[in-house]
């Protein structure tokens, strides 16, 4: 599927993802509601502290690597305290206001055979509220995945050996294999990968979560100079052979192991281009320019303090 803006589009929508910064403060307003927040190489990092239209707290904590980590309080518009919580890891935290309780923990970190960890499963009642949203991973702050084109050259051998299905681009809802000699794996520029994931907020783990749905590699018509979105990919599908390709460096997260563990980890930039709708449009469709990222912010934050209007109420 060809889009005639090139990347204008993506590269607007890379609000906090400047080239020339590795450390950033962002400052968000938006109907009445106040954000400082830090990122560091395109990835949430940092002290994050919100404020009502007041001038009062509404929470503060800290992020590390996309996820909340260490102690994290929710006041109401009065001041009062409504919640306290401690995060141990990613995937424990301790509650400790307005009633302390055990350490609750929200996936026992375990490999399958395959070598991923499996997704905790989830009833339908359990899910209190949830958003769909597509993003957009550059080449810029994403090494790992584009060092000598890793991640392509996973996809194109998995492609290649039938093991994995390439689906066709004429939408996202996986419903139209590829015949091989549809797919062009040799010789291709990819500049970056666009995600179809799901956030939800588990009610019983009293969490919230975002699971990855689908994979599609972009690159550039060395003719047109058009982008171009090659296949769709169902991400539980390739997690196998993601997870096969092992990870080493000093400078990684303790708990990143392979290219799986990136995605699970969340350790990757990405900016929002879409958010469900029932139009279907994409940010770029009724925003311009300096708008389009403000927007793709919006959607980022509302998430975040989604969580937190639900923590009120727990």
Known sequence: MKNTTLTFCFYFLLFSYSANAQKQEHVFTDNGLTCVYHTTQGIIDGKYTSYYKSGKKKAEGNFKNNYRSGKWTLWDSTGKICTERDYK??????????????????????????????YFPLKEKMIVMSKRVWRYIPVEKNSLLFENGMLQKIISTNL????????????????IPLKPNEINTNGINIIGYKIKEDWFFDNERLVSESRIIGLCPVSVDTLTHDTVDLYWLYFPEIRKCLAHEKLNGKDLPTEIKNVDDLFFFRCFASAIYKEGNFRDRKISDYKKRDEINKEAERIEIDIIEMEHDIWKNL
Not at 100 to 107: D, G
Not at 160 to 175: C, M, N, Q, R, V
């Open 160 to 175: 290649s050996k039938g093991s994995i299905t390439a689906y066709s681009t004429k939408d996202d809802e996986f419903l």
């Open 89 to 118: 890891n990613p995937f424990s935290f301790e509650k400790i206001f307005p009633e302390k309780q055990s350490e609750i923990t929200l996936y026992n970190l375990k490999y399958n055979k395959d070598g991923y960890i499996e």
